[in-house]
């Protein structure tokens, strides 16, 4: 946030819109404001250059920032919505469930019937919920609600999800 605000975006709209070099007298009072600018650019006398993390951080500027869906307040274990009975599941699925259930961006886990899903599909009838099928006989088949309003930003929250269930596996 430091780099697209303040002292560090106009830093680095004036090397966006200039060659690779520039008059150091260009962006003196900028780097003054900021000290964490000196990584950004190298100053050679009467001439400044991006270094790398400085074109890096140019990058960064023009591409779009991830837009994250809001998080949520409820508590992993008000998010279950499954049956407290005792069933057939799936050997791990308590654990799988946990996790998901643990997520910022989860409101709400429920069963989703015999739906043909998979590792974290994307449902069809909205932009916010997600089908994750845990194999096993019987197979269990979830709905995963979330916060997510646009599909750009349940993809963010599928990515979360399947770096976070791969990563406890």
């Known amino acids: 946030e430091w780099i697209r605000a303040g002292a560090g975006g106009k830093l680095l709209e004036e090397f966006k819109t200039a060659d690779a070099i520039i008059p150091s007298k260009r962006i003196e009072s900028l780097l003054k404001q900021d000290e ?90 909205n932009d916010s919920d997600l089908i994750h099928r845990i194999e096993g006989s019987p197979p269990l088949t979830l709905r995963i609600s979330t916060t997510a309003a646009t599909a750009a930003q349940r993809r963010l929250v599928q990515q979360l999800l399947r770096r976070e269930l791969n990563a406890s596996s």
């Not at 790398?52 to 023009?62: D, F, H, I, Q, Y």
């Not at 991830?66 to 949520?72: E, I, L, Q, Y």
């Not at 654990?95 to 449902?123: D, H, M, P, Q, W």
Request: glycine share 6%; proline share 9%.
């Open 36 to 125: 964490r600018l000196l990584t950004l650019v190298e100053v050679d006398g009467d001439h400044a250059a991006l270094t790398l993390l400085g074109e890096l951080a140019l990058r960064l500027l023009e591409s779009p920032g991830d837009n994250w869906p809001p998080t949520t307040d409820i508590p992993p274990d008000d998010k279950i919505q499954l049956s407290s009975v005792p069933h057939r599941r799936p050997r791990d699925s308590e654990r799988i469930v946990n996790i998901i259930a643990s997520s910022r961006y989860v409101t709400s886990i429920r069963y989703e019937g015999s739906f043909a899903g998979g590792c974290l599909k994307e449902a069809p009838d």
